[in-house]
């Protein structure tokens, strides 16, 4: 066989392994929304550089934690939690340089604060509410202030 027709199989399984890789992405999304509202939630997972380390997920609303996805990833697995009593909202701010081209549009930069240190979160304006909301929906007497 002919190093061209070499080449044009491994382009057409390259290609059929793409398509495959983003049926299971949106199949995937659809398995984690089923039993909840998902919402786009970008986690900034390094702090060292200013504007930099953030990672485009998903998030969704558990009983009393948040999970957290990788917006790439296949696994059906939350890569982070958090845990409703060990989040204090600590304010929001507009993304600022790199951040405006790292985030999806519209989002804000929401700074919490937790047991591990500062924890920063981005999402859109309604979802905040809704965190905000989730936030303070904890049972009384059992929300502990970061």
Same mark, same amino acid.
């Given at each position: 066989?002919?190093?061209w027709?070499?080449l *044009? @199989?491994a382009? %057409? ?6 398509i495959?890789?983003?049926i299971a992405?949106?199949v &995937?999304?659809? =398995? *984690? @929304?089923?039993? %909840?509202?998902?919402?786009?939630l ?9 504007? &930099?380390?953030w =990672? *485009? ?5 558990s009983g ?11 696994s ?6 958090w ?13 600022s340089?790199?951040e ?7 989002h ?6 937790t047991?591990?240190?500062p924890l ?13 909301s989730w936030?303070?929906?904890?049972p ?7």
């Amino acid at each position: 066989m002919p190093l061209w027709q070499w080449l *044009l @199989s491994a382009a %057409g399984l390259l290609l059929v392994l793409v398509i495959l890789y983003g049926i299971a992405l949106i199949v &995937r999304r659809r =398995l *984690l @929304s089923r039993h %909840g509202g998902t919402f786009e939630l970008s986690y900034r997972i390094r702090t060292s550089h200013a504007g &930099r380390g953030w =990672l *485009l997920g998903l998030g969704r609303y558990s009983g009393d934690d948040l999970e957290w996805f990788r917006i790439f990833s296949l696994s059906p697995r939350p890569k982070r939690v958090w845990q409703r009593d060990r989040v204090a909202f600590a304010g929001r701010r507009e993304p600022s340089g790199v951040e405006q081209m790292s985030l999806y549009a519209d989002h804000v930069v929401v700074e919490c604060s937790t047991d591990d240190g500062p924890l920063e979160l981005a999402m859109d304006p309604q979802s905040l509410t809704g965190f905000q909301s989730w936030l303070e929906a904890g049972p009384p007497g059992g929300a502990r202030h970061v």
